[in-house]
């Protein structure tokens, strides 16, 4: 009757792990509120981040030594494409501003030629004197020295 219950094995082993596990989280959770873990968790981060640069600097290394374009390569090739798209977009408008120009300076001559002839053929149909053709070359020589 002073019977105590023992506890199986299984019990006991259920225990201790119980203990086992507590003790750990409250070591884990003082280790978190501790000053070190903050800083073991930036260098940490801090040597990843430095891995990670290291690892694709050597892949970009290992690229140009295959002669292949990296990263690097390609967003220069980027830049240099836009400015010449630019450039060659600012040509394009200086070649339509000049084709307008010389379209208007064509324009204007051929109407000052076509005002010498109009007056050749009056004169000439009027009374079939050689004195209207002489006026005629007058005006084309005036004409001449305008557009000079």
Do not use: C, W
Not at 102 to 127: K, T, V
């Amino acid at each position: 009757m002073g019977e105590e219950q023992r506890p199986t094995p299984q019990q006991q082993a259920q225990h201790i792990y119980e203990q086992a596990e507590s003790r750990t989280a409250e070591a884990m959770e003082g280790l978190v509120r501790s000053q070190g873990f903050g800083e073991l968790l930036a260098r940490t981060t801090q040597n990843v981040m430095a891995l990670t640069r290291m690892s694709q600097s050597a892949l970009d290394l290992a690229l140009r030594n295959m002669r292949l374009a990296g990263r690097e390569d390609i967003v220069g090739l980027a830049r240099q494409l836009a400015r010449t798209e630019d450039k060659l977009e600012r040509v394009l408008q200086e070649v339509e501003r000049v084709q307008v120009r010389l379209d208007a300076l064509e324009a204007s001559r051929s109407n000052a030629r076509s005002a010498p002839a109009r007056s050749r053929s009056r004169a000439s149909s009027g009374n079939g004197r050689s004195s209207g053709s002489s006026s005629g070359s007058s005006q084309r020589s005036t004409s001449r020295s305008k557009g000079s």
